[in-house]
């Protein structure tokens, strides 16, 4: 099994490619090892010192390290961690893996499907390119609420995607969009 990586605009995180499917469907967000009990696969790299978080994606993980630990020591330990966990053939997530935004009941519900659309056809999977995922937190009085995860959460760039990537996407399609705003879940 060859594990190719990738750096991502996260200098704390890194992107490892297994060469095959992680998660179907969905994502799956483990931002300490407290919320890894559901994943096999991300309760071992969380045994590896120095993680701090997880991310998994259809084909990807991503793996977010304390600024104090240096890639060059946890990387081999990862991708070790990542081939055994492949090859033994154990399951990567017990139970189901998350949809990804939240439900919305209201009156903007028209509003929040364009915004949904959106973010699903143009964002999520650039933002899948560089090892994390935004989803649909809220929608109210024109402000609208995304949750960033794996590598965009803590990202020196992200405010900088949200701003002048996403709120000026949502803008132009959507007039009744004001602003975006990340909000920690």
Sequence with gaps: MFIQ?????NPATLKFLPGQEVLGMGTADFPNADAA???PLARRLFGVSGVTGVFLGSDFVTVTKDDAVDWAHIKPELLGAIMEHFQS??????????????????????????????????VRPA???DGGDITFHGFERGVVYLHMKGAC???????MTLKMGIENLLRH??????????VAV
């Excluded at 399609?173 to 990340?182: A, F, L, N, Q």
């Design 5 to 9: 990586t990738e750096s991502t605009p």
């Design 37 to 39: 009990a559901p994943s």
């Design 89 to 122: 053939g154990a399951a990567v997530m017990e139970g189901e893996a998350e949809e990804g935004h939240a439900a919305h009941d209201g009156p903007d519900g028209e509003i929040v499907g364009q915004i949904k659309e959106l973010l699903d056809t143009r």
């Design 127 to 129: 933002v899948a390119q």
């Design 153 to 159: 959460a803590g990202c020196p760039s992200s405010t």
């Design 173 to 182: 399609y959507i007039p009744e969009v004001t602003e975006v705003r990340p």
